[in-house]
């Protein structure tokens, strides 16, 4: 199949990377890039549609993509696979159209060496990617996006997660409500998870407190901070010492402090 106007297939496409909505009732999102595209296939998400520059010779990773997929090929106009892509012609090889997973809270696993993050109304999609590659790279077993909140998989949060959104699962829920009741659920097996809220009027720092049990590492807004809600179900809330006159730190870069701590932590035990 080949698209040479912004005809409705191109339109199509074009709202799963601008809108959120028809995204969502779409159930697919736009992957691009070498990384991102590869563990998407490693991590077995559906990859449905793999759009290249017409006339262009692929690459072997590029055709070895296609054939391991074996999604639906459009070749497309150097000029709209641009567009799609938000890049230079010629620099995008490659744009995956990848399926949604269902944003089921049991896609996390909860064991004893459980490590998990909420994101609690995140506005940046850029935050919400930067986080899950810190929790991917910190030995997070998920993050949950929670309120409303900035979507995980709108493109700039995507590109952010440098391809950790496939290997790490990343769910939506509506409120803490629900994420209390799944924590609820796994305290009453036996699993004893710790909720640690990040606040800058916190009572200990990070490195005071025991983080080598299961912990849900709660992480606020990035103007408001935590909910009430999730101020109430914290069991312990901590702050990152600073100097200087800063008063707080970016949602993702405090996220990853307290990420590093409790991988350090596990490290040291074992």
Do not use: C
């Amino acid at each position: 199949m080949r698209i040479t106007t912004r005809n409705a297939r191109f339109q199509l496409l074009t709202t799963l990377g601008t809108n959120r909505t028809k995204r969502g009732r779409a159930g697919e999102f736009l992957v691009q890039g070498v990384r991102p595209i590869t563990l998407a296939v490693e991590h077995g998400w559906p990859v449905r549609t793999l759009l290249h520059e017409d006339g262009r010779r692929l690459s072997a990773w590029a055709q070895d993509v296609l054939r391991a997929t074996g999604a639906e090929s459009i070749a497309m106009a150097p000029d709209l696979l641009a567009e799609l892509a938000e890049k230079e012609p010629g620099a995008t090889e490659l744009v995956a159209v990848v399926a949604m997973p269902a944003d089921d809270l049991d896609r996390i696993g909860v064991g004893g060496d459980f490590l998990g993050v909420v994101f609690d109304r995140p506005t940046q999609p850029g935050n919400v990617g930067a986080v899950v590659r810190s929790a991917d790279a910190f030995g997070a077993h998920g993050l949950v996006v929670t309120g409303h909140a900035a979507d995980p998989y709108d493109p700039k949060a995507v590109r952010a997660s440098t391809g950790s959104l496939f290997a790490l699962p990343v769910v939506r829920a509506a409120s803490h409500r629900e994420v209390t009741a799944w924590l609820a659920a796994h305290r009453d097996a036996g699993r004893p998870v710790t909720v640690v809220a990040t606040d800058e009027d916190g009572d200990a720092a990070p490195g005071d407190v025991d983080l080598t049990g299961p912990v849900l590492l709660a992480v606020g807004n990035e103007t408001a901070g935590l909910s009430k809600g999730w101020r109430e179900a914290a069991d312990v809330t901590v702050a990152i010492p600073m100097a200087g006159s800063a008063s707080s730190l970016n949602a993702s870069n405090a996220a990853s402090i307290v990420l590093y701590e409790a991988h350090r932590q596990r490290l040291a035990r074992d």
